[in-house]
């Protein structure tokens, strides 16, 4: 018996066992019982060993065991804890219909290509267990698409995956165990921190600033032993920074020496965008893949994302992606390649990333007059800094109609974003939009005052 005080979780247990797996299956009762609760701290490996009298290395081995399967966590000097299962910040609308929701990072649904037309043309014969998983129209296309941004005689294979998010979850998971360092960037995109934590992976933060991820944020990630990095070469979510191509290149030196290092690239803004492409992925870098999906320009639901990659991460995609089982509907390839191949399409893309350039300058010029310099970025968002703390602000924005998303959400250890707001702004109309400024700027006031 390990006696402590509930107070700061610590609680009185019995812990049973003399071997490693003994002791962890031990504690697991324990934690699916409910005696011990998430947050709960289990007793110092010495400690533990000194009560069972078993070899020190013996706890050791328990704890690594339930911190493998994601039953515990280590941190450090706050000891091991019993997991939780903490809520993620999600993106899309909020519950409160009673505020007008300007977090939601949504694209504008009037900007969405209507696929109704598209739908009659891609009538074709039923695809059977045991084909291709990759509509070879859709094929054709996509390899277009994505070697033209990556170096002349890049190797390439090309895999198709419900949406980006499950691209980049099926490369980390061929490649990564629990527990492994992943380099994030900081403030960080949600569904990266969410597939990331969820997982069991370890983050480390790479801070970002107005030319996207940076020069020494990356060596020092890399000098942790991360194995796989995650960055957002343009309009980055949440800041709407875009790698530069002197930066691109000065990141880029830096992987030289970690070949093996798997870069993953989500550009998922891609055909919106208003900024040239610049890549982390050097000719000779042996673990790569860029990540295209078409949720922004075609919407959402449109769940489908193209990811180019070395060849042998390619054969171990496809192993994750074995027919008959989880390939990608070939009816949404086929709806996909008519709506990207169709000029009027292409011409309405191109004028839904101009919009929503304007829109976000068109902001930040308010912005400007109310006392909050702002730069409009790239992307559906407007990462907007306060001088003050960001959810006192959302507070003071929510008794005057608005709920907004703070920027401590995207942070992996980022304190500073914790006075920015993330605002999505371009289906406001001009007179909302001067009000949401207004508002804005009466709410830092009253915060700072």
Wanted: aromatic share 4%.
């Amino acid at each position: 018996m390990v006696e402590r005080d509930r107070k700061d979780h610590d609680v009185i247990v019995d812990i049973e066992g003399r071997s490693a797996a003994e002791i962890a299956g031990s504690l697991r009762a324990l934690i699916e019982r409910g005696t011990l609760r998430p947050g709960d701290a289990l007793p110092p490996v010495r400690t533990l060993a000194e009560q069972l009298g078993v070899n020190r290395n013996t706890a050791v081995a328990a704890y690594r065991q339930l911190t493998n399967a994601g039953v515990v966590v280590t941190l450090g000097r706050g000891g091991t804890r019993v997991a939780g299962t903490a809520s993620v910040a999600q993106e899309g609308f909020a519950a409160d219909t009673a505020l007008r929701d300007i977090g939601t990072g949504n694209p504008d649904a009037s900007r969405i290509p209507d696929p109704s037309a598209a739908l009659a043309r891609i009538a074709g014969r039923p695809v059977l267990y045991g084909e291709p998983v990759i509509d070879p129209d859709l094929e054709r296309w996509a390899d277009a698409w994505m070697r033209r941004d990556l170096p002349d005689g890049t190797p390439m294979r090309l895999t198709v995956t419900s949406g980006a998010a499950d691209a980049v979850e099926r490369l980390l998971a061929q490649a990564l165990t629990r527990d492994d360092a992943v380099a994030l960037e900081d403030p960080c995109f949600l569904t990266s921190i969410h597939t990331v934590r969820v997982a069991g992976y370890r983050p480390v933060a790479v801070p970002v600033d107005d030319k996207g991820m940076t020069v020494d944020g990356l060596r020092a990630a890399l000098e942790q032993g991360v194995r796989a990095v995650i960055c957002t070469p343009r309009a980055q979510n949440p800041t709407g920074a875009s790698l530069s191509e002197r930066r691109a290149a000065e990141l880029r030196a830096v992987l030289r020496d970690h070949p093996y290092v798997l870069v993953i690239e989500d550009d998922h803004y891609s055909l919106l965008s208003r900024k040239p492409y610049h890549s982390l992925i050097d000719p000779h870098h042996r673990r790569w893949a860029l990540v295209r999906s078409v949720s922004k320009f075609l919407g959402p639901d449109m769940c489908l994302a193209v990811t180019a990659s070395d060849p042998e991460t390619a054969d171990r995609l496809a192993m994750r992606l074995t027919p008959g089982t989880t390939w990608v509907s070939h009816l949404l390839q086929r709806l996909v390649h008519a709506l990207a191949t169709d000029p009027e399409v292409a011409a309405g893309i191109r004028a839904a990333g101009e919009y929503y350039a304007a829109r976000n300058t068109e902001f930040a010029e308010l912005l400007a007059a109310e006392g909050l310099p702002t730069d409009p970025g790239d992307g559906l968002n407007v990462w907007v800094p306060l001088g003050v703390p960001a959810r006192a602000v959302t507070e003071q924005l929510m008794r005057r109609g608005w709920l907004a998303r703070p920027g401590d959400e995207f942070a992996v250890g980022d304190a500073a974003a914790s006075e920015r707001l993330r605002l999505t702004v371009h289906d406001l109309d001009d007179v909302e939009l001067a009000r949401l400024a207004a508002d804005l700027g009466a709410s830092v006031r009253a915060v700072r005052d």
